[in-house]
């Protein structure tokens, strides 16, 4: 690709959507690249998140005996009740990590408004 081909790229602003693109697909490359999203609370929030989706199921008695779902806004709720959202779609690892990189699609986006 010639020179003159290339800046015309980049002056219609093709080529750097192109660009941003990429960078934004290797930022979530890594969330992909392995079975675990190495996080220090992520199985938590996994788990509290596969509770509030189950414990409306009748044959969760055990769930509903050892825990109460508050109605209180609690610091993760939103990204809990996101994760219960594409559990409902998604197995578990593949939610979280789907919604990580929705995360990381939104802030890079922002950035660019």
């Known amino acids: 690709m010639n020179r003159r081909r290339v800046t015309s ?9 192109v660009l ?6 290797l930022y979530i490359a890594p969330l992909w690249a392995f079975r ?3 996080t220090a609370d992520g199985p ?6 596969a509770i509030i989706k189950d414990y409306r199921d009748p044959g969760a008695t ?3 005996e050892y825990y109460v779902i508050s109605g209180r806004p609690s610091p993760n709720l ?3 009740l996101s994760l219960v959202g594409l559990m409902y779609v998604f197995p578990p690892l593949i939610a979280e990590k789907v919604l990580l990189s929705l995360y990381v699609v939104l802030f890079a986006a922002a950035g660019r408004v």
């Open 9 to 17: 790229l980049f002056k219609s602003g093709v080529g750097e959507k």
């Open 20 to 25: 941003f693109t990429l960078l934004v697909c």
């Open 36 to 38: 675990y999203v190495p």
């Open 78 to 80: 939103m990204y809990h």
């Open 62 to 64: 055990t769930l509903r």
């Open 44 to 49: 938590s929030h996994l788990a509290n998140a």
